[in-house]
Antibody, heavy 119, light 115 residues
Framework: EVQLVESGGALVKPGGSLRLSCAASGFTFSGVWMNWVRQAPGKGLEWVGRIKSKIDGGTTDYAAPVEGRFTISRDDSENTLYMQMNSLKTEDTAVYYC??????????WGQGTLVTVSS | DIVMTQSPDSLAVSLGERATINCKSSQSVLYTSDNRNYLAWYQQRPGQPPKLLIYWASTRESGVPDRFSGSGSGTDFTLTISSLQAEDVAVYYCQQYYSTPPALTFGGGTKVEIK
């Protein structure tokens, strides 16, 4: 059974940093592209970014609002996805989900971790 | 980026009745080389993460009841719940995966409730 467990969400001040983790199990993590998607309180879904598998280049893509501030990485030896979030803004407040990616379809989701950016 | 527009924002349907949700993309998501529409639908029940329901516009994910169906091509798509059940109360999102990068984009969501 595929499991994705996010962690690292917290209350942080504007301008601060945070690192989210997503522990994966139940599938061959190294071969799968992974995404982060966020959902602000009471709002819809917003794609944040993606990392390809190393065999497909391991490259990353980001949504415009987070480009240059967020960095996605992966540790295939630990089956873990990361997202380093710097220069956080109040509008980054959201539940952050990690997902698997099959040709752009997000076919497995974690339960999410809440990031609150507030002074 | 491709903009996805859903309608209506919400709808209330009686149990056993049909629910229809529309999704329109700002440009075609039909990839002519493989004749596939790069369009997915997700269900998000209250307090839960989203769940993939349908991909390639009309292919149900494994385990999804056959009362859910997707249709459409190019820029106009529909999700139909043929006979609404209580467990179908949720927000439904469409998503294009045609134009990526720069982004996967979602529609704004349609909330389905029981009348």
């Amino acid at each position: 059974e595929v499991q994705l467990v996010e962690s690292g969400g917290a209350l942080v001040k504007p301008g601060g940093s945070l690192r989210l983790s997503c522990a994966a199990s139940g599938f061959t993590f190294s071969g799968v592209w992974m995404n982060w998607v966020r959902q602000a309180p009471g709002k819809g879904l917003e794609w944040v970014g993606r990392i390809k598998s190393k065999i497909d280049g391991g490259t990353t893509d980001y949504a415009a609002p987070v480009e240059g501030r967020f960095t996605i990485s992966r540790d295939d030896s630990e089956n873990t996805l990361y997202m380093q979030m710097n220069s956080l803004k109040t509008e980054d407040t959201a539940v952050y989900y990690c997902t698997t990616d099959y040709h752009g379809m997000l076919n497995n989701w974690g339960q999410g971790t809440l990031v609150t950016v507030s002074s | 980026d491709i903009v996805m527009t859903q309608s209506p924002d919400s709808l209330a349907v009686s149990l056993g009745e049909r629910a229809t949700i529309n999704c329109k993309s700002s440009q075609s998501v039909l990839y002519t080389s493989d004749n596939r529409n790069y369009l997915a639908w997700y269900q998000q029940r209250p307090g839960q993460p989203p769940k993939l329901l349908i991909y390639w516009a009309s292919t149900r994910e494994s385990g999804v009841p056959d009362r859910f169906s997707g249709s459409g091509s190019g820029t106009d798509f529909t999700l139909t719940i043929s006979s609404l059940q209580a467990e179908d109360v949720a927000v439904y999102y469409c998503q294009q995966y045609y134009s990526t990068p720069p982004a996967l984009t979602f529609g704004g969501g349609t909330k389905v409730e029981i009348k």
